[in-house]
């Protein structure tokens, strides 16, 4: 059990050095809400890679978090109307989870297809979106 858990701090150790850097990226707001003031915590993108990577990570608020990762009790679609503008950010990794958010939405909301429909996506976007949907 002591080696589980020391994995477990060894990864949220090398998380914490990406926090600066997320910080800057995301201007310390929220990277898929834009919310600004609320505390922000580091959220693996998954599938979850076996070495954290930053390339993966976002800078996210916990009510977002609770949204992701719970979404069919959480997540409200309404609150979720700016993706059509995060859509095309030039963060691969808030683009990569518009998509996913936006696709998620999609099956009850139509304006959610609407927006990936008239975004210019990559097929490897699309592809890597589909790869572990919320």
Known sequence: MAKGFDTHQERQNALTLFGKDLARRSKSCCELSTESGVPL?????????????????????????????????HL???????????????????QLMAVRIL?????????AQ?????AYLEDALLEQASLAPL
């Open 41 to 73: 915590k580091i959220y693996e993108i998954h599938p979850v890679p076996k070495e954290p990577n930053f390339e993966l990570c976002l800078f996210l608020s916990e009510q977002t978090i609770q949204q992701l990762e719970k979404p069919k009790k």
């Open 76 to 94: 409200q679609a309404n609150q979720w109307r700016h993706l059509g503008e995060l859509i095309w950010s030039e963060i691969p990794q808030v």
């Open 103 to 111: 696709q998620y939405i999609a099956k009850d909301q139509p304006w």
């Open 114 to 118: 609407d927006i990936i429909d008239e």
